[in-house]
């Protein structure tokens, strides 16, 4: 039997009109994370748009939901590309989703956009229960743990040292948020003094989000991760979340993990940059 909330072209997607809803649902509460604390979330031309200096993240400088005729949607991405200048961003991005117009990869490409990365936006709705979490002991991260979060965020993400502490800043701004949720894992090696993982996430209208989850290589493979997503989940209904959403990479190991984790495929989104250097002043 055809599930009637799937696409009829690929089973595994939500229709068009189930995932255009949940998109609007996630992407308002991913643009609310952005902007703790200092961001700003307005419009820009057709598009929804989070700006937040103190962010270092491509979530918290981001452009989502662009809508209009062709001429339009290229005017706003035109429009785009100084205002993540002015915010003193080397690059503007924008996440296309069943929101945005389907003509978009077109118009980004005539405008000087290039797609970046393929996302798979992923939910979990109550009473689809994920598979068992491992026994690991997970704790809500205190301040003192927020220096060792940062470095291991810092080595996933590839950051410099200078950009470490950047993070470390907007990390602090997030624990002080009751709608952010930080969760770690301590090494169970007690001479390590240092966090085996950690997850992020956030709660905003109903919608929780999985933002982060980082286990470091040395302790993968050994259940850290999936009983900090369980963790995370539990935590983000608490907080009123009616269903959990997490992005993660198209195919390969981190979709496959999420799905062992409870989460199943929704809908899929395209990541396009743009540099805006030499707009900068």
Do not use: K
């Amino acid at each position: 039997m055809v599930d009637p909330l799937r696409d009829p072209d690929d089973p595994e997607l939500l229709d068009t009109y189930q995932a255009r809803d949940l998109a609007t649902l996630v992407e308002n509460a991913r643009l609310a994370s952005g902007a703790v604390r200092y961001g700003r979330i307005g419009r820009v031309g057709g598009a929804r748009v989070v700006v937040n200096r103190d962010n270092p993240l491509p979530t918290g400088n981001h452009a989502c939901a662009l809508d209009g005729t062709s001429a339009q949607v290229a005017d706003t991405l035109m429009r785009l590309e100084q205002t993540f200048a002015d915010a003193g961003r080397a690059e503007a991005v924008v996440f296309a989703s069943p929101t945005t117009v389907p003509e978009i990869d077109g118009i980004a490409d005539d405008t000087g956009w290039q797609a970046v990365t393929e996302i798979l936006a992923m939910v979990h709705r109550p009473g689809e229960r994920a598979a068992p979490a491992a026994a690991v002991p997970v704790r809500p991260a205190l301040d003192a743990d927020l220096p060792a979060v940062a470095a291991v965020f810092a080595d996933e993400l590839g950051l410099p040292l200078s950009g470490t502490a950047r993070l470390l800043r907007h990390l602090g701004q997030r624990l002080d948020d009751p709608r952010c949720v930080l969760l770690v894992v301590d090494d169970p090696d007690p001479d390590a003094r240092r966090v085996a993982g950690f997850a992020s996430g956030f709660a905003e209208h109903g919608v929780g989000l999985v933002e982060q989850v980082v286990v470091i290589p040395a302790r993968r493979r050994r259940g850290i991760g999936g009983a900090l997503v369980g963790a995370l989940a539990e935590r983000l209904r608490g907080l009123g979340a009616l269903l959990v959403a997490a992005y993660v990479d198209e195919g390969g190991g981190t979709e496959r993990f999420a799905e062992s984790c409870g989460l199943q495929a929704g809908y899929p989104v395209t990541g396009y940059v743009r540099r805006v250097d030499e707009l900068l002043d």
